[in-house]
Every structure is written in structure tokens, then in C-alpha cells.
T-cell receptor, first 114, second 109 residues
Framework: DAGVIQSPRHEVTEMGQEVTLRCKPI?????LFWYRQTMMRGLELLIY????????DSGMPEDRFSAKMPNASFSTLKIQPSEPRDSAVYFC????????????FGEGSRLTVL | GQNIDQPTEMTATEGAIVQINCTYQ??????LFWYQQHAGEAPTFLSY??LDGLEEKGRFSSFLSRSKGYSYLLLKELQMKDSASYLCAVMDSNYQLIWGAGTKLIIKP
């Protein structure tokens, strides 16, 4: 398996623009997670899905952030409008079903908002 | 509240042994994970402890004491490639991962 695939790897945009980050989880994994990582705040869980259904989005910073998972092999995280404070590395991770188990992370999308 | 504490940074010498500690206070406990993250890369899984005791995996070992809310990651025969951040994460009663801020390990020749 190719692992969790994220795109783009790097994105530089201007404040106010829409940003869409994409993720393809490992085939057969039931859970998909979106994380944000910064030096100041470390790894923060934004939202996670179980079998394509959003379970907990309490970590989504505000209404400017939205996430979808239209099918088992694809998810998006959208920021509209983007702000400089959104600059971070956004990781997608997946894991198989069951209560526990290791997370498999994608390579991350490094976002810079000018 | 829920809290994971680990040192911000540690320095060790190539070939030596280093122990990275993690203490936690969480709502319930369903296991503790250690992840390694090299600069600019994604976290990768190292170990999982759910019962007390030591789990050994090659040069890396992880220890857990649930009664003390304490774990450590032990790295032996340190190599330069072990320079990375090491993240401690606890799965709480809702099976949610609570992450520590990570320990940056610097290996000197």
C-alpha cells in the first residue's frame, strides 16, 4: 500500500484566499483524522471521521474551516477565507477499525498564508 | 483537565543511552503510544503500552506504570539518525488520543 497520501505538499497563498487540502487514506482503514501542527501548539486534532461520517469536529477552529469525506478513499479540509494564523502543517492520518491502534500519517501539507 | 508532560529538549551522545519521560493525567486510560518525528516529516509509530511493564523492540524500549501515570522511552546505542522529536500520546476513556508537545532529542558525535 502507498500509505496515506496528501496533496498539496506545500501551499503558499494570500490572506483571504480559499485553501483546499486533500487526503487519500490507506485502503480498508475506517478512521480518518485531520491534525494541525505548529511549534506553539504542537499536534491538534481538528476533526475525525469513522466510516466517512464526521464524529468529532470540536477541534475545528472556527467556521472558516470545513471538512468532508464523500467516500472511503477521499477527504478534504477547506479553509475559506484563509488567514496568516492558519499557517501550519496539516496532517491527515488513518487507522483500521476497532477502538485502538496506531495512526498512519501522511507526509503533511505545509500551508503558508501571507 | 487532561495533560501530558514531557521534557522539551534533551541532548545525548552517539552510542550512549537516553531515557525520555512522559507523565500523564487523563480521563481514563486505554493505552500509551510513542511516535518519532524527524524534522519536516510525519510522525511514525514506535510503540504501544497498555499493561504495566517494559516492551522491548530492538534498540528502543518503552515502559509503563499506570498507577503512577508514567512512561518512558529508552533508546540504546544512539545513532545520529535518532535525532528527532519523540511524541507521547495517551488514549483516554473515549478512545481519543491526547498528545504531548514532544521531546526534541539532539544527538552529538
Amino acid at each position: 500500500d502507498a500509505g496515506v497520501i496528501q496533496s498539496p505538499r506545500h501551499e503558499v497563498t494570500e490572506m483571504g484566499q480559499e485553501v483546499t487540502l486533500r487526503c487519500k487514506p490507506i485502503s480498508g482503514h475506517d478512521y480518518l483524522f485531520w491534525y494541525r501542527q505548529t511549534m506553539m501548539r504542537g499536534l491538534e486534532l481538528l476533526i475525525y471521521f469513522n466510516n466517512n461520517v464526521p464524529i468529532d469536529d470540536s477541534g475545528m477552529p472556527e467556521d472558516r474551516f470545513s471538512a468532508k469525506m464523500p467516500n472511503a478513499s477521499f477527504s478534504t479540509l477547506k479553509i475559506q477565507p484563509s488567514e496568516p494564523r492558519d499557517s501550519a502543517v496539516y496532517f491527515c492520518a488513518s487507522r483500521p477499525g476497532g477502538d485502538t491502534g496506531e495512526l498512519f500519517f501522511g507526509e503533511g501539507s505545509r500551508l503558508t498564508v501571507l | 483537565g487532561q495533560n501530558i508532560d514531557q521534557p522539551t529538549e534533551m541532548t545525548a551522545t552517539e552510542g550512549a543511552i537516553v531515557q525520555i519521560n512522559c507523565t500523564y493525567q487523563t480521563s481514563g486510560f486505554n493505552g500509551l503510544f510513542w511516535y518519532q518525528q524527524h524534522a519536516g516529516e510525519a510522525p511514525t509509530f514506535l510503540s504501544y503500552n497498555v499493561l504495566d511493564g517494559l516492551e522491548e523492540k530492538g534498540r528502543f524500549s518503552s515502559f509503563l506504570s499506570r498507577s503512577k501515570g508514567y512512561s518512558y522511552l529508552l533508546l540504546k546505542e544512539l545513532q545520529m539518525k535518532d535525532s528527532a522529536s519523540y511524541l507521547c500520546a495517551v488514549m483516554d476513556s473515549n478512545y481519543q488520543l491526547i498528545w504531548g508537545a514532544g521531546t526534541k532529542l539532539i544527538i552529538k558525535p
